[in-house]
Nanobody, 129 residues
């Protein structure tokens, strides 16, 4: 089993930056990929970013490309989502998710999302205008 715990959310103003953390613990050696999703009220869950647990090419949603960066601190098994130039439309609960076999390029697909092995509890990000 793997546990994912997100942190770093909060209330910021448009244009500000925020860094989310996802601390992974347990059998992390089994992980193949990890990523971030978000969901706001009245909207479906949305892919944000993902990459391989061991690194590699990151994948981003068009809405965040150029503003958000996914990275990992290998020594602490923590994955980060650096969010710059935040917009009110970025307001959502942000979730970290990981899988033992799915490639990160598949995280955009809803069918893959529904089958991801591990999810965190989420952290709220609110961007005021």
């Amino acid at each position: 089993q793997v546990q994912l715990v997100e942190s770093g959310g909060g209330l910021v103003q448009a244009g500000d930056s925020l860094r989310l953390s996802c601390a992974a613990s347990g059998n992390t050696f089994n992980l193949y990929s990890i990523g971030w999703f978000r969901q706001s009220p009245m909207k479906e869950r949305e892919f944000v970013a993902a990459f391989g647990w061991s690194g590699g090419v990151p994948y981003y949603a068009d809405a965040v490309e150029g503003r958000f960066t996914i990275s990992r601190d290998n020594t602490e098994n923590t994955v980060y989502l650096q969010m710059n130039s935040l917009e009110p439309e970025d307001t959502a609960v942000y979730y970290c998710a990981a899988d033992r076999s799915a490639g990160p390029q598949l995280y955009k697909g809803r069918s893959t999302q529904d089958r991801l092995d591990y999810w965190g509890q989420g952290t709220q990000v609110t961007v005021s205008s």
